[in-house]
């Protein structure tokens, strides 16, 4: 066997997340002023050595409050996208494993779906249940399963008929062993691949939610409320919205490189 | 082609049913309580009542269900709490600014899309192909929200070539107004379709009719303005058509950061207004347009590539 060797891509985004996972996890024991700290004799102060990136419209530290808003975002993002994921994953399995009409029915609810643009869904949900982070959560759920669905049937589709599920079934193994053993293990890497792209279309979905008034309320520290904080400050102030904006790019690019890199890892080949 | 049409439209059928179907209980069958939501802390008990007879939330289910049907198959897609109108009205005066966006970022997208694919392809793996991905990686990160405030820091407050927000009048007014919010969405869009193209033309690059080109001698710029192009450009028809849901769903908030008068920062508004019939409405009058722009580039697809319409 040759010696495996991390791809570079997938490295170098471990590291950019190993960096973001420390920034946010001292966030929550240390962050270099108060967070909350509302100081009106220090307002729209610019990046200084004592506030390196400057202050908000109510004297708040600005880096303090990028630092604990990512747990906010980083948290509500991965659980946007693993709590469908193991729903769809789950839903395409039974699909693709059983077929017939279960599968049809199962389909014709994905395609329904798929018609719907994904923002205007999860915006008309949460506008019905009301904003907040409990109801983000529904919202996505409702609306994150089908990719996953719909990848893992055709994974299941594809595996189901290869040689070694054969061999099993003709051993006596049960559907739920052939299911377990057999498929889902090779099946779910083309979506924990897409789960990683999936998590920076997400960090977006919930920040912009967050922006425009229907996700995350005030006065939590988030990334997308800041940015809707600082909007009117663009022109005077424009670090207020252009640290949280950075992080947000920083997020996704880390979390877009690993699922490049794991499609490479993972990719049989041949 | 005219059997094709005619069978895309007929599949059109259950799928509007479907939406429907799934706009009703997706918004319905939630906990959540509109008549309260929207009298909030004003409403009595009877008020609560009275308004959900108005939205006639007091009816059983499939009443209600029965009910909006009839407001959609009507053509009225209910009727508006806030403004006492009909949804469609709206939707209607709404409606032009939307397209005109979708329209404009769709053709910068394009013109993004296919010169860079086509480079990325052709130097796959090197430099250039590297640096493509590189830039387009970060830019489907950046949220589009922000990029829009930036851009009009930049390209309308210090350097005025750009309205900050609105819409203008006449053709060249307008594409100038619509410039940066289509341009944001254009951006988002094509890191994910460049991507798309990048490994159809590979595809293409590797199938044996180029490579009988190449073998037969062709100079390499023959070979892709003959082989490779066209089917390029064909197959670039319905990677955007496959985007056209993200696309839709981008205008919602680049309309509301640029103040455009279209269907997306109706649908905010709504949001905010807890205007639930216009929620339902537009929500509804999204999937089908996306369905019906689905379905355009479907027919130009099978138009312009013989092999999808005799399949």
Same mark, same amino acid.
């Given at each position: 066997m040759s010696k495996r060797r991390l791809d570079p891509t997938l490295l170098v985004g471990l590291v950019m997340l190993l960096l973001l996972a420390l920034l946010v996890g001292l966030g929550q024991i240390w962050t270099p002023h108060d967070p909350f700290l509302v100081d009106y004799g220090n307002t729209l102060q610019p990046p200084s050595a004592r506030h390196w990136l400057g202050t908000d419209d109510l004297g708040r530290d600005v880096a303090s409050r990028v630092m604990a808003g990512g747990l906010v975002d980083l948290r509500v993002a991965l659980i946007c996208v693993m709590a469908p994921a193991l729903l769809g994953i789950a839903i395409g399995a039974l699909a693709g494993f059983v077929g017939g009409r279960v599968d049809t029915v199962i389909m014709r609810i994905t395609d329904v779906f798929w018609a719907f643009p994904f923002h205007v869904l999860v915006i008309a949900i949460v506008g019905v249940l009301g904003p907040g982070e409990a109801n983000l959560y529904i919202a996505f759920l409702l609306v994150n399963w089908i990719s996953f669905a719909r990848i893992t049937r055709g994974e299941v589709l594809v595996l189901r008929e290869l040689e070694y599920v054969q061999a099993a079934r003709s051993f006596g193994s049960s559907d739920t062993r052939i299911i377990a053993a057999h498929i889902l293990p090779n099946a779910v890497t083309p979506a924990i691949v897409y789960a990683m792209a999936d998590v920076v279309l997400t960090i977006l979905a919930v920040t912009s939610l967050s922006f425009l008034g229907l996700g995350i309320q005030p006065p939590t520290p988030e990334w997308g409320l800041m940015i809707a904080d600082g909007r009117q400050f663009m022109?005077?102030?424009?670090?207020i919205a252009t640290a949280p904006g950075l992080a947000i790019i920083y997020t996704g690019v880390t979390f877009a490189l690993i699922g490049e890199g794991l499609d490479t890892a993972l990719r049989p080949k041949g | 082609m005219l059997t094709y049409i005619l069978k895309r439209l007929i599949q059109l059928v259950p799928v509007l049913f479907g939406i429907t179907l799934a706009c009703f209980f997706l918004l319905r069958a939630l906990p959540g309580d509109p008549a309260t939501l929207l009298l909030g802390?004003?409403?009595?008990p009877e008020e609560i009542a009275a308004m959900k007879a108005r939205l006639g939330l007091d009816l059983p289910m499939w009443r209600q269900y029965v009910l909006f049907l009839g407001d959609i198959l009507s053509g009225s897609l209910g009727r508006s709490v /806030?403004?006492?109108?009909? /949804?469609i009205s709206l939707v209607l005066e709404r409606l032009p600014a939307t397209l005109w966006l979708v329209a404009y970022s769709t053709a910068i997208a394009v013109v993004l899309t296919i010169p860079l694919a086509l480079w990325s392809a052709v130097k796959r793996d090197r430099a250039p192909d590297i640096l493509v991905k590189l830039v387009f990686t970060v830019l489907l990160a950046i949220p589009s929200f922000w990029l829009g405030l930036v851009l009009v820091v930049i390209l309308a407050i210090w350097v005025p070539l750009f309205p900050t927000s609105g819409y203008g009048t006449g053709l060249f007014s307008r594409l100038h107004h619509l410039t940066l919010p289509a341009f944001v969405i254009a951006l988002a869009t094509a890191s994910l379709t460049i991507r798309s193209l990048r490994s159809g033309i590979l595809n293409v690059l590797g199938s044996d009719y180029v490579t009988t080109a190449r073998a037969k001698g062709n100079a390499t710029a023959r070979t892709m303005r003959v082989h490779v192009l066209p089917n390029a450009l064909i197959s670039s028809i319905s990677v955007l058509g496959a985007h056209t849901s993200w696309v839709i769903g981008g205008t919602v908030v680049i309309e509301t950061v640029f103040a455009l008068p279209g269907l997306g920062s109706l649908f905010v508004e709504s949001i905010f207004a807890r205007d639930y019939p216009m929620i339902q409405g537009l929500t509804i009058v999204f999937a089908v347009l996306v369905v019906l722009i689905n379905l355009a580039t479907d027919i130009a697809y099978a138009l312009a590539d013989p092999r999808i319409r005799l399949d």
């Amino acid at each position: 066997m040759s010696k495996r060797r991390l791809d570079p891509t997938l490295l170098v985004g471990l590291v950019m997340l190993l960096l973001l996972a420390l920034l946010v996890g001292l966030g929550q024991i240390w962050t270099p002023h108060d967070p909350f700290l509302v100081d009106y004799g220090n307002t729209l102060q610019p990046p200084s050595a004592r506030h390196w990136l400057g202050t908000d419209d109510l004297g708040r530290d600005v880096a303090s409050r990028v630092m604990a808003g990512g747990l906010v975002d980083l948290r509500v993002a991965l659980i946007c996208v693993m709590a469908p994921a193991l729903l769809g994953i789950a839903i395409g399995a039974l699909a693709g494993f059983v077929g017939g009409r279960v599968d049809t029915v199962i389909m014709r609810i994905t395609d329904v779906f798929w018609a719907f643009p994904f923002h205007v869904l999860v915006i008309a949900i949460v506008g019905v249940l009301g904003p907040g982070e409990a109801n983000l959560y529904i919202a996505f759920l409702l609306v994150n399963w089908i990719s996953f669905a719909r990848i893992t049937r055709g994974e299941v589709l594809v595996l189901r008929e290869l040689e070694y599920v054969q061999a099993a079934r003709s051993f006596g193994s049960s559907d739920t062993r052939i299911i377990a053993a057999h498929i889902l293990p090779n099946a779910v890497t083309p979506a924990i691949v897409y789960a990683m792209a999936d998590v920076v279309l997400t960090i977006l979905a919930v920040t912009s939610l967050s922006f425009l008034g229907l996700g995350i309320q005030p006065p939590t520290p988030e990334w997308g409320l800041m940015i809707a904080d600082g909007r009117q400050f663009m022109f005077d102030a424009w670090w207020i919205a252009t640290a949280p904006g950075l992080a947000i790019i920083y997020t996704g690019v880390t979390f877009a490189l690993i699922g490049e890199g794991l499609d490479t890892a993972l990719r049989p080949k041949g | 082609m005219l059997t094709y049409i005619l069978k895309r439209l007929i599949q059109l059928v259950p799928v509007l049913f479907g939406i429907t179907l799934a706009c009703f209980f997706l918004l319905r069958a939630l906990p959540g309580d509109p008549a309260t939501l929207l009298l909030g802390a004003r409403g009595g008990p009877e008020e609560i009542a009275a308004m959900k007879a108005r939205l006639g939330l007091d009816l059983p289910m499939w009443r209600q269900y029965v009910l909006f049907l009839g407001d959609i198959l009507s053509g009225s897609l209910g009727r508006s709490v /806030v403004y006492g109108q009909p /949804v469609i009205s709206l939707v209607l005066e709404r409606l032009p600014a939307t397209l005109w966006l979708v329209a404009y970022s769709t053709a910068i997208a394009v013109v993004l899309t296919i010169p860079l694919a086509l480079w990325s392809a052709v130097k796959r793996d090197r430099a250039p192909d590297i640096l493509v991905k590189l830039v387009f990686t970060v830019l489907l990160a950046i949220p589009s929200f922000w990029l829009g405030l930036v851009l009009v820091v930049i390209l309308a407050i210090w350097v005025p070539l750009f309205p900050t927000s609105g819409y203008g009048t006449g053709l060249f007014s307008r594409l100038h107004h619509l410039t940066l919010p289509a341009f944001v969405i254009a951006l988002a869009t094509a890191s994910l379709t460049i991507r798309s193209l990048r490994s159809g033309i590979l595809n293409v690059l590797g199938s044996d009719y180029v490579t009988t080109a190449r073998a037969k001698g062709n100079a390499t710029a023959r070979t892709m303005r003959v082989h490779v192009l066209p089917n390029a450009l064909i197959s670039s028809i319905s990677v955007l058509g496959a985007h056209t849901s993200w696309v839709i769903g981008g205008t919602v908030v680049i309309e509301t950061v640029f103040a455009l008068p279209g269907l997306g920062s109706l649908f905010v508004e709504s949001i905010f207004a807890r205007d639930y019939p216009m929620i339902q409405g537009l929500t509804i009058v999204f999937a089908v347009l996306v369905v019906l722009i689905n379905l355009a580039t479907d027919i130009a697809y099978a138009l312009a590539d013989p092999r999808i319409r005799l399949d």
